[in-house]
C-alpha cells in the first residue's frame, strides 16, 4: 500500500470485526532512535494460540469471500522491508495487540499519509466503537479519543457529517503543530 | 483552534432539525468495499469523494456506509447504490473524479452512469 495509514485504516478493520468496543492506535516516531513504531490494540475476540501461529500466512482467513487474507501478510512485509520489525499478540476474549516498528529514515518506507482521513473513515464506519489515536515524537504529543467527544456530544452519533468535517479539522491541525514543533514539514 | 467547544454547538444544532437524516424515506445508500483489497486499490478516498461531494451539494437523503470483501478483488474499488424501489448498480474500478460523476448523474439526477457499472467493464 501506497501509505501506512492505509495500512492502520485495514489492521483496524480487522479489530472491528473481532468485536472490539475499544481500540488504541498508538504511534510514536523517534527521530533518536529513528524508529517509526505503530501498536494497535484492541479488546476483540482475540485468536487461539493455534490460529494466531497461522496468521501470518496468507492462506490464512476466517472470511467466505475468499480463500487469502492478505491484511497482515502485506502488513508485515511493510515493516519488514525497511529493518523493521514485527508482532502479534493475542488471548481470546481479551484482545489483541499489533506491533510494527519501521526504519523512520528508511528509503523504502512508506510515508505515514492521511491519518485524519483513516481516522474519519473509521469513526464513520463505526460510530459507536471508541478510538484513542495517541501521535508521539521524541518532544511532542497528540492525542485524539472519540470518548472525550462523546461525553460532548452526548446521544448525537459520532457519524454526522458535521462531526466527521470537525475531527478530520481536528487531527490535521493536530498534526501539523506536531510536525512544526520538531522544526519539520507534515510527512 | 479546533475546540471541544464548537461539538456543542453541532450536538444543539443537530438536535434542533427534527428529522434525523436516518428515518427520513427514500434513503439512497451508497455501499462502498473496505476490506484489504478495496483499501490497497483506492476505497478510502473513494469514500472521502462520496462524503465530501453529497456534504458540497446538501444531499443528506444519502447514506454512505461500508461493508468487507464484495468478493471481486480486481474490479476494486467497488461501490454499490442501492436506490428504494431500484435494482442494485454495481459501480467498479472506482476512483475520486468517477465518485463525483456518480453523485452528480445517478444520486442528484437519477440517471445512472452505465459506462462505470460492472456491466459495462466486464465487456
Ligand atoms: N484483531 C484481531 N482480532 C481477532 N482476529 C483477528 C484480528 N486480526 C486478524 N484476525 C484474524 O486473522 C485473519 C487474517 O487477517 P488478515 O487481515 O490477514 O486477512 P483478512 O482480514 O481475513 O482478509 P483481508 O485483510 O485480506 O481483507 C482474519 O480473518 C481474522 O480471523
Ligand atoms: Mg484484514
Keep these: ?187 | 483552534m479546533k475546540s471541544l467547544e464548537e461539538l456543542k454547538a453541532i450536538r444543539e444544532k443537530a438536535l434542533g432539525q427534527v428529522n434525523m437524516r436516518t428515518e427520513q424515506e427514500g434513503n439512497i445508500r451508497v455501499v462502498v468495499g473496505m476490506a484489504t483489497c478495496g483499501i490497497a486499490a483506492g476505497a478510502r478516498p473513494v469514500l472521502n469523494a462520496f462524503v465530501s461531494e453529497l456534504a458540497k451539494r446538501g444531499m443528506n437523503n444519502v447514506q454512505v456506509t461500508q461493508t468487507g470483501c464484495i468478493g471481486m478483488c480486481r474490479l476494486e474499488p467497488i461501490v454499490e447504490v442501492y436506490v428504494p424501489g431500484e435494482e442494485k448498480v454495481t459501480y467498479v474500478k472506482m476512483d475520486e473524479e468517477k465518485a463525483a460523476r456518480v453523485v452528480v448523474e445517478h444520486l442528484a439526477n437519477h440517471k445512472v452512469v452505465n459506462e462505470l457499472t460492472i456491466g459495462a467493464v466486464e465487456k
Design chain 1, 1 to 187: 500500500m501506497k501509505e501506512l495509514s492505509l495500512h492502520i485504516l485495514d489492521i483496524v478493520k480487522n479489530s472491528v470485526k473481532a468485536g472490539a468496543t475499544l481500540i488504541g492506535i498508538d504511534i510514536i516516531e523517534s527521530v533518536q532512535a529513528d524508529e517509526l513504531t505503530i501498536v494497535i490494540s484492541d479488546n476483540g475476540c482475540g485468536m487461539s494460540k493455534d490460529f494466531l501461529a497461522r496468521v501470518r500466512d496468507p492462506f490464512t482467513t476466517t472470511r467466505t469471500t475468499r480463500k487469502v487474507g492478505m491484511g497482515i501478510p502485506l502488513y508485515e512485509a511493510a515493516a519488514l522491508q525497511c529493518d523493521g520489525r514485527f508482532d502479534i499478540t493475542s488471548e481470546v476474549n481479551v484482545g489483541t495487540t499489533v506491533t510494527a516498528v519501521f526504519g523512520l529514515s528508511h528509503i523504502d518506507r512508506a510515508p505515514l499519509g492521511d491519518m485524519a482521513e483513516t481516522m474519519t473513515t473509521l469513526v464513520s464506519g463505526s460510530p459507536e466503537i471508541d478510538f484513542c489515536y495517541t501521535h508521539q515524537t521524541d518532544t511532542n504529543r497528540f492525542v485524539f479519543d472519540t470518548r472525550e467527544i462523546r461525553k460532548e456530544l452526548g446521544e448525537v452519533p459520532l457519524n454526522l457529517p458535521d462531526v466527521i468535517l470537525w475531527i478530520d479539522a481536528f487531527i490535521k491541525e493536530g498534526l501539523t503543530t506536531l510536525a512544526l514543533s520538531r522544526g519539520e514539514t507534515n510527512k
